[in-house]
């Protein structure tokens, strides 16, 4: 594909496409002259062709318009999982400009609130189980909400369907540049706060594209989504990523291994798309070791570390699917890099190639950029980097430099070109591909009084990749108290994020400077974890 040069979002010598769709809309419409009547869809729920897709999010669209007065720009936030509402309520949003917002389902009221205050949202579109948390949000911030006429429950009489309604069966024009905003997707930040990442047009876009032409995807790829849609793999690297190439996505609500192997057998799903700790736990059963899955063309993986064992499971398992390890983050609108096809055996420990229209170095602390073989932090730039933090200039100041975003993940590029990630600067946790940042959990556990100090790790495990461990220091508490504790995390944060370890010191290990050690910690975790809560 031919590639150019242009300023983006005020960054200067950014490689682009040349031949591109304009807008995120533009693929579907697509599809339409080609694939009308093929599947597009496939929930547990309903199943929608590419031309179902199109008219009811159509009709979504219009209704936006008309009921809520809904216009480019305007923030629409969904509480929904994986259900055939989501993927109709982005290509609404897609037709009028307006920007969704996507909640992760599993995180507190608290933490739900904190996302819906700061993106503004004029629309809310929920499940009708978190009827009662967004109640609480209303007693907690009222502000949070928007009006109650403009609230929608998925399976309450009238709510929903009210969307739905046919005497507005098409929304008025609207003009979709490229540089618009399509999505904010809300991920952790350094002060505990989720920041706001604004993935546009054209940054998802260039993802699709760039999947597309590394993976060699086509017509007739079928994924099954077991990731949320709400995650920008199950959002950009799946969905979206099959409208563009005219496959269909299947989808399942809530991971189980027994289901997702009698699914991929049953639809002879041939595009696998998962972190590690799924395909680990999958093994495990004996459906699983009873079936060939020669069907399987191509397996992605990424989001967590990939061991060798884990790799040559894969390859026993999938004999005839072509193995791609990817790296990418919500600000990068999904792939940083890509393994390519063919690639030596002796490159399986890495993440692959920058993909064709990044631009990545390796930078240390110094801000000089390393050689190959150093060890540094990834300086990410491209189309497909999002193009700012929603209104948060903190974070956009510390996060851009020189048109290059600053990944926070340390790792090394090799003579070849292959990058390879040993470690995050931050003190990130990666439980199953759910990323947790040390410093929330560490803050909901000093709001109790009877705790002095607490310092968070993720301890490694082979299942989860990692496990969250707290260590206490409390003149009170002890192990007796442990459950209590839980208990008070899970009324501020999600039920992953609550730690399962916990550890009680007289005080922390600090440096002459007073900085804890947390490298003491994580080997004093690993060595030590006796005091497991399941």
């Known amino acids: 594909m031919l590639i150019s040069e242009v300023e983006l979002f005020g960054r200067r010598n950014i490689r682009v496409y040349a031949n591109r769709p304009k807008n995120i809309q533009d693929i579907l419409t697509k599809q339409l002259s080609i694939n009308k009547e093929k599947e597009a869809i496939v929930t547990e729920e309903r199943k929608l062709t590419f031309e179902e897709l199109d008219r009811l999010s159509n009709l979504i669209a219009a209704n936006l318009q008309k009921k809520c007065s809904v216009q480019k720009g305007d923030r629409i936030a969904t509480i929904i999982g994986n259900r055939y509402q989501f993927p109709l309520l982005v290509f609404a949003c897609v037709k009028l400009g307006a920007i969704l917002v996507p909640v992760n389902v599993k995180l507190s009221a608290d933490e739900k609130a904190y996302i819906l205050s700061h993106s503004d949202v004029k629309v809310i579109v929920s499940e009708s189980k978190y009827e009662s948390e967004l109640n609480h949000i209303k007693v907690i911030n009222e502000k949070a909400l928007p009006e109650t006429d403009n609230i929608f429950f998925t399976e309450e009489a009238n709510s929903f369907e009210k969307l739905m309604d046919k005497s507005n ?15 904010i997707l809300y991920t952790s930040g350094t002060t505990g706060k989720p920041k706001g990442a604004v993935l546009s047009h054209i940054g998802v876009i260039h993802s699709l594209m760039n999947y597309q032409s590394i993976f060699n995807t086509i017509s007739t790829m079928k994924t099954l989504i077991a990731v949320p849609m709400f995650h920008v793999t199950g959002l950009v690297g799946q969905l979206l990523h099959m409208v563009y190439v005219g496959g269909t996505s299947y ?150 430099t020189d048109g290059y975003w600053q990944s926070g993940d340390i790792g090394t590029v090799d003579e ?34 009877s705790i002095r100090e607490a310092a968070v790790i993720g301890i490694p495990d082979p299942i ?65 974890v006796k005091r497991v809560v399941k």
């Open 251 to 400: 989808s399942m609500e809530r991971y189980q291994n027994k289901k997702y192997i009698e699914l991929i057998l049953r639809h002879r799903i041939n595009f696998l798309f998962n972190v590690p700790t799924i395909f680990i736990m999958m093994s495990s059963e004996e459906e699983f070791k009873n079936h060939t899955f020669d069907f399987v063309t191509k397996v992605a993986y990424g989001g967590a570390p990939i061991y060798k064992q884990t790799y040559n499971l894969l390859q026993h398992a999938f004999p005839n699917a072509e193995l791609h390890n990817a790296y990418g983050s919500t600000e990068t609108s999904s792939p940083a890099t890509l393994m390519p096809r063919g690639y030596p055996e002796d490159k399986v420990a890495s993440v692959g190639l920058a993909v064709p229209v990044a631009n990545i170095r390796i930078m240390n602390a110094e801000g000089v950029e390393c050689k190959p073989g150093e060890i540094g932090e990834l300086y990410i730039k491209g189309p497909m980097v999002i193009q700012e933090y929603w209104r948060n200039e903190e974070a956009n100041f510390r996060s851009f």
């Open 464 to 528: 989860y990749g990692e496990r969250v461990k707290a260590f206490v220091v409390s003149d009170s508490l002890h192990e007796a108290d442990i459950p209590a504790i839980q208990e008070h995390c899970h009324n501020y944060l999600a039920k992953y994020k609550v730690p399962e370890l916990f550890e009680f010191l007289d005080e922390l290990p600090r440096n002459a400077s007073g900085k804890i050690l947390k490298n003491t910690l994580k080997e004093r975790g690993e060595k030590d």
């Open 169 to 183: 069966p098409t929304p008025c024009t609207t003009d979709i540049e490229e540089v618009d905003p399509a999505f």
């Open 416 to 449: 070849e070109g292959y990058f390879y990630i040993l470690d995050r600067k931050k003190d990130m946790i990666n439980r199953g591909g759910e990323k947790i940042f040390s410093i929330e959990v560490e803050d909901v556990l000093k709001k109790l009084e």
